[in-house]
């Protein structure tokens, strides 16, 4: 609208000077070398115009014809990059379809259009990964890393194919090397972590996080300074005291539901003589996470405690979180140190129907002491065989009787979680095996035990033989304390494994170890 407006201005102007001449005529005479040429005002200055704009045109075609050479030449060079990036993105385009053959196509074809441009390295690097050559995606990750404007490229790939080879020195040292040139290389800062941590480089890993903190979200970087300040503590906890309790504090304080912190830093205070604090420490845990390693340092708050006494602040405890198995099994554990097999049993109860393992060890330990009765105590040793397994500290597959602060496979910060080691499994198809007999569930259920022994009663055995089954559709996992397993029926192979699943290897049935066990009573009573 503005160039229209100046359009409309500027014609006007014009039109007003041709009225102006036009309105004011007159002549102009040139005497010049002995010429005498005379002629209107008007005439002179069409003349002038038509002059100029002929040497215009004339600058122009001689400007023009000056500057051809450099002109066709940036025509080639834009005609060049043209069909280079078309090259280019048809390449990129074959590498993430898997078309080997294209993608070294289109990458011959930018070498020689545009070898030297980012995008044409990272084509070739694609390409050789995709063929297999490893050698050759190397070469030209070392050529980007040794570019400013793709060196943190090039590092990422040398650190991919360090890990590929199994070379971890050389992966630390790319990562370490890129988290120097850009710190805000997320991947770079993460295998630099995991690095330190599992070196055991707390101090380490703490300033680097300290380092990344703005890149962090405040909730990721609140957990995870938690979890190296615990797992510092814990190293500090034997040679400095106060200031291990004060980064076991710190991280209670970022994180007031982490057991791992909340235990440490109560256990602490209380060697210091805090018991009131500590105590309100693990209540706090307790109530949003319940866990053994709260109720066993809840426990031992007060040394040199009387046992009852101890079971009294153990059932305050499990009262805040009712109806919750830790807090059941934290009861019993204290019951049966005070010998009240009463309330050990009353809190054992609701669990027997498909008691776990802990629960099954707990109710062996309650026969042998309240009632001597060896039969029984054997009898739930052999259940807690069969038993489903209780929760434990699990990551990539390992299975941990502690807590450890990363993953002693990958190193991953924060990676074990408190939980039933075969569960948090997607349910998926499974092969069925070739029909079998069934056995009866009381035949299945059969313990051998000595002539003095009266067997199982009938709820019993029908309760065992349930919890020896798998319930949720998943291989059953037998426990290594069976040191003479009988011979097993082909197991259920699911298509996918977790990464916690042993897997087929591990599974065994207890059924056919019962019957054999059966086929004795029947001699004995027949």
Known sequence: MIRIVLFLIIVGALSLGVAWLADRPGDIVILWQGLRIKTSVMVLVGGVAAALAALLLLWTLIRLIMRSPGLLSRHRHRRRGERAYEAISSGLIAVGAGDTAAAQKHAAAVNRLAPHEPLALLLNAQSAQLSGDREGAERTFRAMASRADTKPLGLHGLFVEAHRRNDPVSARAYAEEAARTAPSLGWASRAVLEARCKDGDWAGALALLEANARTLASDIYRRQRAVLLTAHAR???????????????????????????????????????????????????????????????????????????????????????????????????????????????????????????????????????????????????????????????????HVS?????????????DALEWRVPVTGVTSAPVIEPEPTAIVPAPLASAVTTTDDEPPADQSTSTAEASSSRPTDGQPHQISKLETNPAPKPEPIIPLIHAPDDPGPDAVEESEPRAEQENNGWRKIFG
Not at 401 to 413: E, F, H, I, K
């Open 235 to 397: 190293v500090l906890e034997n040679t400095d005291h106060d200031r291990a309790k004060a980064m076991a504090l710190e991280a209670q304080k970022l994180a007031p539901t982490f057991v791992p912190a909340a235990s440490l830093a109560a256990r602490l205070l209380a060697e210091g003589g805090q018991q009131r604090k500590a105590a309100r420490i693990i209540d706090k845990a307790w109530r949003a996470n319940p866990h053994p390693d709260l109720a066993q340092a809840y426990a031992e708050l007060r040394s040199g405690e009387a046992a009852r006494d101890k079971l009294k602040r153990i059932e305050a405890l499990a009262a805040k979180v009712p109806g919750h198995i830790e807090g059941a099994l934290a009861t019993a554990r204290a019951a049966l140190n005070a010998q009240e097999f009463a309330k050990a049993r009353a809190a054992l109860e609701p669990y027997l129907a498909a008691p776990t393992r802990r629960i099954a060890l707990l109710m062996a330990e309650l026969e042998r002491l309240e009632r001597n009765d060896v039969g029984r105590a054997r009898e739930w040793l052999a259940r807690a065989v069969h038993a489903p397994p209780d929760p434990a500290w699990t990551a990539d597959g």
């Open 401 to 413: 009787d502690q807590w450890l602060p990363a993953s002693p496979v990958t190193g991953r910060l």
